[in-house]
């Protein structure tokens, strides 16, 4: 028998230890970490819940006994609102075959050649800056990376106007999965002013997606159309799939889609201000290896000091900070018993700035990323297991290439300075946005 008597904080009736989550999750779950070493427990809210933040657990959470776990039900309620049935919710057979229904517009090869689409989507962004104008990268990294999934996984272009739509819905539906102890005791069903403009978020939203469909119907879909949204359309002639589904796949691929790419470029030009030495250098190799030509698939691979940057950038930013699972039977993790229906938390903020498996693990340092000696699981932006993020793929060619075309170009140096002060919602996103000024090069 293992032991039950799993170490952690004490927390208040009835809420636990959710209004320090709440007020900041980033410094509760280090400190955690910290004091309690690889698992630990503790009440969020009316969960029990067990966090663990060793290579060797979260391997067994995510990987060897994954079948083990399942998402949580609290995340099908706003979430499941949000998603319906796509992807990031599904389970079992539903989950398997639109797995295998998507991954064709995933595939390296598809990949790669999307590149010419990312590049010349973030020379239009470039295009649109000036020397010396204060910008909100976040929105600029944003918006473009919303254009590139839509053209990529939707086959249309998406209008300005569609796209400042779509940030200015995502707002209200950031700040409903805040933590909040508050909304933590109140019925899902009560009619708060929160949850009314998440409301209308999800139907604007819905609204923006039917729209793309019905373009991209007009447009016409030819058999040998490979984006996200054909491949869909056509399973759905084959009653693979209905109109729900489809709406479900293309809503979570909408927001997973441009979210984490958006969040690691934001923060690497955050980091890469704060370190010139560190900036040079990436400019000097894509200057290098460019030579003012634009991005490829092929480029890319030559990049490593770019790339050891964007690795380094989420390790410290990690976009996805924490996954929540819900155990289908008693478990055991770490010697302890996990009873049925506990939640367990695997960080990505927790486990890769433990000092255990990163030297000097605060420190912004891409050269650690030229012979990595972490433990595997020790590093997992993207997840990990058969439910790994589908689109690592996607943004591992994504961020480099719209990287380098802004470092042809510019320096982005930060307006404000001092630590990034960070809002926990699905992602991690900066509290204010990212406000910098754009250097161009020449000058």
């Known amino acids: ?146 254009e590139i999934i839509v053209e990529a996984m939707f086959g249309v272009d998406l209008p300005i106007p569609t796209a400042k739509k779509t940030a200015r819905l995502l707002e209200p539906i950031g700040r409903r999965f805040e933590p909040d102890p508050v909304r933590a005791l109140m019925p899902e069903w009560l009619p708060t002013a929160e949850t009314l403009a998440f409301d209308r978020s999800i139907t604007g939203l819905e609204d923006v997606v039917d729209d793309l469909v019905a373009r991209r119907k007009r447009a016409g879909i030819d058999d040998a159309d490979d984006d996200l949204l054909a491949l869909l359309l056509r399973a759905k002639a084959r009653g693979a799939i209905d109109e729900r589904g489809i709406r479900d796949e293309l809503l979570t691929m909408l927001l997973a889609g441009h979210d984490t790419t958006a969040l690691v470029l ?9 370190h010139p030495a560190v900036e040079r250098r990436v400019h000097e190799e894509v200057d290098t290896v460019l030579e003012g030509e634009q991005p490829t698939a092929a480029s890319m691979r030559r990049l490593t000091t770019l790339r050891n940057v964007l690795q380094e950038a989420m390790r410290l930013y990690p976009p996805v900070y924490v996954m929540f699972r819900q155990a289908r039977r008693d478990v055991t993790l770490g010697g302890y018993d996990v009873p049925e229906g506990s939640l367990v938390m695997c960080s ?96």
């Open 1 to 146: 028998m293992a032991d039950h008597v799993v170490p952690g904080p004490n927390g208040a009736p009835l809420v636990g230890v959710l209004p320090r989550f709440a007020r900041d999750p980033f410094a509760f779950l280090a400190q955690v970490r910290q004091a309690y070493g690889e698992i630990s427990a503790f009440d969020l809210g009316p969960n029990r819940t067990y966090l663990v933040t060793s290579p060797a657990l979260i391997e067994q959470v995510l990987v060897s006994d994954a079948s083990h776990f399942s998402k949580p039900t609290f995340q099908t309620d706003a979430l499941g609102q949000l998603l319906g049935e796509g992807l990031l919710l599904s389970e079992g057979d539903q989950w398997r075959e639109r797995r295998s229904m998507a991954s064709p517009a995933f595939a390296p090869d598809r990949i790669a050649g999307l590149a010419p689409v990312m590049a010349t989507r973030a020379e239009a962004m470039v295009d649109r800056w000036n020397n010396g104008e204060t910008r909100n990268v976040e929105w600029e990294m944003t918006r473009t990376t919303l």
């Open 266 to 274: 934001t923060y690497t030009w955050a980091l890469l201000s704060e």
């Open 348 to 443: 990505q903020w927790a486990t890769h700035r433990d000092p255990r498996y990163f030297d000097d693990p605060d420190t912004f340092d891409p050269d650690r990323w030229n012979e990595p000696s972490h433990p595997t699981y020790a590093y997992f932006p993207f997840g990990a297991g058969p439910r790994s993020c589908i689109g690592k793929g996607f943004t591992m060619l994504e961020a480099p290439i719209i990287a380098a075309t802004v470092a042809q170009q510019y320096r982005l140096r930060r307006v404000d300075s001092g630590a990034i002060e960070l809002r926990g919602s699905l992602t991690a996103h900066p509290r204010e946005g990212m406000e910098m000024r754009l250097e161009h090069r020449s000058d």
